[in-house]
């Protein structure tokens, strides 16, 4: 298989990493990359923090619920949906900036994912491990603090990278046919979704999961315990705050 195919097809996410630094060139050279990610009429309205200091690390770890690779990763780097540098362009030049609504905030939001996802394809494919973090959208409100985020600014996700220090299992997929629809949307029958999620459900790491969470089912594990209606309502309300906040949706 051809070299980066293999990356594609043959990574996990990387939680431990070793003590060694991720040079500042090589840094450099990941965000070159990820920043030639297609981006929404070559606006590139997105920002990107990147976090070496142990002090900030140590002021972002709660915000992360205490998730260990913010201290232990060399690297945490904020993606930001940022239309505070766009429309400081806009009113310099003349321009009335018309991005104070949800639309521009999806379109910096979608921005700021492909840039992300690019950087971490790049990372993979020189050896390095990285994870998401999917606390940055529960706790906007606070990161924007830390980070000193400015009006037309909203952090949308956060990646740590790092030299691995380990090399787990790669977990499973649902099987191709299962995500793909042929010309026009094929909705899933009783049949179909016992189908596609028994191999999910028949692997031992899934019934260990069920059994830990006193569970009946591995779909009660994620709404019971990982995704609650409770938790998904409370953050809704903090996000569309920070929506608010930052200028995107009336108030
Ligand atoms: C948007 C997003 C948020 C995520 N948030 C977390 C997280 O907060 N903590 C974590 O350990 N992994 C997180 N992950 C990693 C996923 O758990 C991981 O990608 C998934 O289990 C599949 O594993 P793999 O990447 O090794 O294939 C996140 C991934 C994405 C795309």
Known sequence: MAEFSKTLMNRRTIRKYSSQEVDDSLLNELLTMGCRASTTGNMQVYSIIV????????????LHFNQKMITE???????????????????????????DNFLSFMTAAIDALLVAQTVCVAAESKGLG????????????????????????IPVTTVTLGWPAENPEQVDRLPLEAVV????????????????YRSKEERDDSKQ???ENNKESLAQVFTDVRYKK??????SGVLLQVLKDQGFIEQ
Request: with cysteine; aromatic share 14%.
């Open 51 to 62: 976090t070496r200091d142990t002090q900030i690390k140590k002021e972002l770890s709660p």
């Open 73 to 99: 990763a060399p690297v945490v780097l904020t993606f930001c949906a940022d239309f505070n540098r766009f429309n400081k362009w806009c009113v310099l030049r003349n321009a009335e900036p018309g991005y």
């Open 130 to 153: 990285i994870c998401y973090l999917g606390t940055t959208t529960y706790t906007a409100d606070k990161i924007i603090e830390v980070l000193k985020l400015p009006k037309g600014v």
């Open 181 to 196: 629809h042929k010309e026009r949307y094929v909705d899933y029958t009783k049949e179909t979704i016992e189908e596609y």
């Open 209 to 211: 999961f069920v059994k």
């Open 230 to 235: 409770s938790d998904n309502e409370y953050f």
